[in-house]
């Protein structure tokens, strides 16, 4: 891949100092591109975005061995707010609204960053990706619907006019037909404003068919990594993230033993 914008150079990452979650994770997110990180629960996804956004500083998590570069300037030394004004904004999964607030207030909040002069044009353009949170911005945010907090989240980072989206697990728990609609704004986002996103998922088949490239982690590393045409054919990715086994049927990964999938990936 070209026009690297982000990347993360064999990192290892250690909480409290002792307890090791990540091992020699590489990645790249080139510009205007949509990458996604797939993996099993506990596999190490979520860590690494906060690796990148900064926000591991908050949950006494540190980058001990490795860097992480954005736009040729390293990352792992600066805290979370310094990591946002560079254009690195992180949707955090679980649809972290603030829930006292408007909706409208919600998006207000993230103009800050980028800020206030044009924020009438920047909430249009926000009502404009997702039509039905103009609908409700008077409204409080606490009591709007799971789906419509995940645009909330989504519009509040689109707010800031971000170079890379962190995305964690956006369709967690919502009806397919919300997923598509929160996934076609992820499209329109990356082709209009080539706006870079990492897209953490367990639902692999929607990633990949979002993505152009992809990386698959277990246990706290990387065991493989494509094009998504590529892992879409990989017998390991379809038995084990697409649900298919060998001979078709559908198939969990948590049907095989842990020790196999490993020898298989890293055989």
């Known amino acids: 891949m070209s026009n690297i914008l ?6 290892e990452v250690a909480y409290h100092g002792v307890v090791l979650v990540l091992r020699g994770v590489s990645l790249e997110v080139p510009g205007g591109k949509i990458i996604c990180l797939l993996g099993a629960n506990g596999a190490g996804k979520t860590t690494t975005l906060k690796a990148i956004s900064g926000l591991l500083h908050t949950e006494a998590g540190k980058v001990i061995h490795g860097d992480i570069r954005f736009d040729g300037q390293r990352l792992d ?24 607030l408007t909706v409208e207030e ?3 909040v993230a103009s800050y960053i980028y800020g206030r002069v044009h924020l009438q044009r920047d909430l249009d353009r926000v009502y ?11 409204q409080v945010s606490g009591y709007i619907s799971g789906g419509e907090q995940q645009m909330l989240v989504a519009g509040r980072a689109f707010m800031a006019h ?28 990356n082709s209009e404003e080539g706006t870079s996103f990492l897209l953490v998922e367990q639902n692999a088949m929607a990633a990949l068919d979002l993505a152009e490239y992809g990386y698959v982690m277990e246990t706290g590393r990387i065991v493989l990594d494509g094009p998504v045409q590529q892992l879409k054919g990989n017998e390991d990715v379809k038995e084990f993230y697409l649900g298919f086994g060998a001979l078709g049927q559908r198939k969990s990964y948590r049907e095989v033993k842990h020790y196999k999938r490993r020898k298989r990936w890293l055989g």
């Open 128 to 138: 404009d990706y997702f039509p039905r949170l103009k609908d409700l911005r008077h």
């Open 162 to 189: 971000p170079k890379v989206v962190l995305m964690d697990e956006p369709s967690l728990g919502l009806a397919p037909l919300m997923v598509e609609e929160i996934f076609e704004v992820i499209r329109r986002v």
């Open 106 to 108: 919600n998006l207000e």
């Open 6 to 11: 982000l990347s993360v150079n064999n990192i």
């Open 77 to 100: 030394k600066l805290g979370p707010e310094a990591i946002a004004t560079l254009g690195i904004i992180q949707v955090l999964e679980g649809r972290r609204v603030l829930e006292h």
